[in-house]
């Protein structure tokens, strides 16, 4: 795989050192430190602790002032992005941990919008989003989005969501994918989200873990290729919910 010099990778420092080294060599690659106010299973989680609107990064203005300043101001340098604090403190009880956990598919900002941050929300309106309000707090975890803004989740209340606004989606079965350290029982004995397992880059999917090693495997990948994405592993495994990669585009003069 070639490099990209056109985007930013951004995820957190749980990702397995064989997935960031990779991710490394494909991408300028920004983690963003762990967030210590954040339930300790997802404290390291992207998807958690920053939120990207177009043209804007938010996040925590009390995880910005503490461990993510110097970070998340070299990302908006490189990406041109405008800066946007939350007020709202994190708790490490859902679903006051979800503030930011909304997941932007198409058109559509998905999200369980009584508990998301209002920055977050005025920003994805401002910017001609249309608001899909979903019972799961955990949104960004729960769904990946494809190219052309169709998505995959193990969620049935969200696949019954975007299905009734005429979005295509697949519905996949909860369970068997990781979520380090908190690995339990549950379908197929993993309990992580397939949202939180990867990243969109243009028409590529990378993931961290093999979803060949998922029972709805075949069905996966016949229903990205339908839609226009490439999928590419970063390590191999099982499927792991690492809180996810974003990929932003580069400003013109970085």
Excluded: W
Aim: glycine share 12%; aromatic share 8%; net charge negative.
């Amino acid at each position: 795989m070639e490099r990209n010099s056109e985007y930013t990778a951004v995820t957190g420092p749980g990702i397995p050192d064989a997935a960031l080294a990779l991710l490394r060599d494909l991408f300028d690659t920004a983690v963003l430190p762990a967030d210590p106010r954040l339930p300790v299973s997802v404290s390291d989680h992207a998807d958690l602790s920053a939120a990207f609107p177009d043209g804007a990064a938010v996040v925590r203005e009390d995880h910005y002032f503490g461990a993510a300043k110097e970070t998340v101001d070299a990302l908006c340098r490189a990406t041109g992005r405008k800066l946007l604090l939350e007020p709202r403190r994190a708790e490490d009880v859902y679903p006051h941990d979800t503030g930011l956990c909304a997941r932007f598919c198409g058109r559509s900002l998905i999200c369980r919008t009584a508990s998301t941050s209002g920055v977050l929300l005025d920003e994805a309106a401002a910017s001609g989003y249309g608001i899909i309000d979903v019972n799961q707090g955990y949104a960004a975890c729960s769904v990946i989005a494809l190219s052309d803004g169709s998505a995959v989740t193990s969620d049935r209340g969200i696949f019954a969501a975007l299905s009734s606004r005429g979005i295509s989606c697949l519905l996949i079965r909860p369970g068997y994918i990781s979520l380090p350290p908190y690995d339990r029982d549950h379908d197929g004995g993993l309990g992580g989200f397939p949202g939180g397992t990867s990243g969109l880059c243009g028409d590529i999917l990378y993931t961290v873990g093999d979803f060949s090693l998922h029972p709805d495997c075949r069905r996966f990948f016949d229903f990205c290729g339908e839609h226009g994405t490439r999928v590419r592993p970063l390590c191999g495994g099982v499927p792991t919910d690492i809180g996810g990669i974003f990929f932003l585009k580069k400003a013109a003069d970085a």
